[in-house]
C-alpha cells in the first residue's frame, strides 16, 4: 500500500493493518504458549461443567435453591426451585449448567484482575488516569469485535469465548471497586490512622467493608456482562447456551431458541438475587468498633512484649 494514499483527502491510517501485524508477531512469538492456555482454560470450564451436572438435576435445583433460601429469603429459593425446574421441563439443563461454569469462571478471573487493579486506581490518581481509557475501550468496543483477535489467539471454542468475556466484563469490576473506596468517608479513614492502623489494615477493616456494597454491584455488573457474553461466545463454540442460540439462529427453529433465551433469563435472575443478597456489617459504627477493637488488641499486645 502506498504510504501517501488518501482517503477523501485525509492520509491513510492503516490501523487494520497494523494490529494484525501486531497479531501476526504475538502468534508467531508465543502461539505455543496461548495454545497449552488455551487446553488449560478448556479443561478447567470442562471439568467445572462436568461437576455441575454430576448430580441428578433436580438434586442440584434443590442445591441452588437452598442456597438462594440461605443468601436471600424463602421467596428467592421458590422462585429459584421453580425456574430451575422449568428450565429442566425445557431440557435446557446441561447447556445451562455449561453456561453457568463459563460465566462462574469468567467472572472469577475478571474480579481476581478487577478488584486488585480498582484498588490500586483509588489509592494512585496517575494509575487511575491511565487505566481508565484501557477501560473504556474495553467497554465500548462491540462485543463481537472481541471475538476475532481471541479467535486468532486460542482458536474456536470455550477458551476464546471466555477470554472475550473476560475481556467485556471487567471494567465494571474496576470502576465501582474504585468509586466505592473513593466514597469511603474521609473521617473514617482518619479515625483509622489515629487508632494507629497500618494502611494496609485501613484497607482491609474499613475501606473495603464500606465500599461493599458497590464493589458488590460490581461483582452483579461483572456476572450480567459475563452472562450475556457468553451467549455471544456461542457463536465461536462457546458452547452452553450461547450454542442453544446459535443452532436455533442457523435453522430458524424459533423454539429453541425462545427456550434458550428463557434459560438464560431464569439464570440471570437467579445470579443477581444471589449475589445482590450478600452483605455484611458495613455500617460505619461497625467499622469503627472494629477499629477500636484493633486498636486495644495491639496495645494489650504491646503491654504484654513489654512486661516480658
Do not use: C
Not at 21 to 29: A, D, K, M, T
Amino acid at each position: 500500500m502506498n504510504a501517501w494514499e488518501t482517503v477523501d483527502g485525509v492520509p491513510r491510517i492503516p490501523i487494520g493493518d497494523w494490529s494484525e501485524s501486531v497479531f501476526e508477531w504475538v502468534l508467531g512469538r508465543f502461539g505455543d504458549f496461548f495454545d497449552r492456555l488455551s487446553d488449560l482454560i478448556e479443561s478447567t470450564v470442562d471439568g467445572l461443567a462436568d461437576l455441575l451436572n454430576t448430580p441428578a438435576p433436580l438434586a442440584m435445583v434443590v442445591i441452588l435453591s437452598l442456597l438462594a433460601w440461605l443468601v436471600r429469603d424463602w421467596k428467592v429459593g421458590l422462585g429459584s426451585l421453580v425456574g430451575l425446574t422449568v428450565v429442566i421441563g425445557m431440557g435446557q439443563w446441561e447447556p445451562t449448567m455449561e453456561t453457568l461454569a463459563l460465566v462462574f469462571f469468567a467472572t472469577v478471573v475478571a474480579l481476581v484482575i478487577g478488584v486488585p487493579v480498582g484498588i490500586a486506581a483509588a489509592r494512585w490518581s496517575r494509575f487511575s488516569r491511565l487505566v481508565r481509557p484501557v477501560l473504556d475501550l474495553m467497554q465500548t468496543m462491540p462485543a463481537f469485535v472481541w471475538l476475532v483477535p481471541v479467535v486468532m489467539l486460542f482458536g474456536i471454542g470455550a477458551p476464546a469465548g471466555l477470554v472475550a468475556t473476560v475481556i467485556f466484563a471487567l471494567p465494571p469490576g474496576v470502576r465501582l471497586t474504585e468509586l466505592g473506596i473513593r466514597q469511603v468517608d474521609a473521617e473514617v479513614v482518619e479515625a483509622g490512622h489515629a487508632f494507629g492502623a497500618t494502611p494496609r489494615q485501613i484497607l482491609r477493616e474499613t475501606q473495603l467493608p464500606l465500599a461493599m456494597p458497590t464493589v458488590m454491584a460490581g461483582v452483579n455488573q461483572v456476572i450480567m456482562l459475563a452472562l450475556s457474553m457468553a451467549v455471544i461466545a456461542g457463536l465461536v463454540g462457546g458452547g452452553g447456551l450461547g450454542s442453544q442460540v446459535t443452532t436455533s439462529i442457523s435453522r430458524l427453529d424459533i423454539g429453541l431458541g425462545f427456550e434458550a433465551g428463557l434459560s438464560v433469563v431464569i439464570l440471570a435472575i437467579y445470579l443477581d438475587r444471589v449475589t445482590a443478597s450478600l452483605s455484611a456489617d458495613r455500617s460505619r459504627a461497625g467499622v469503627v468498633r472494629r477499629l477500636r477493637a484493633a486498636a486495644a488488641a495491639r496495645a494489650d499486645a504491646r503491654a504484654v512484649a513489654r512486661a516480658g
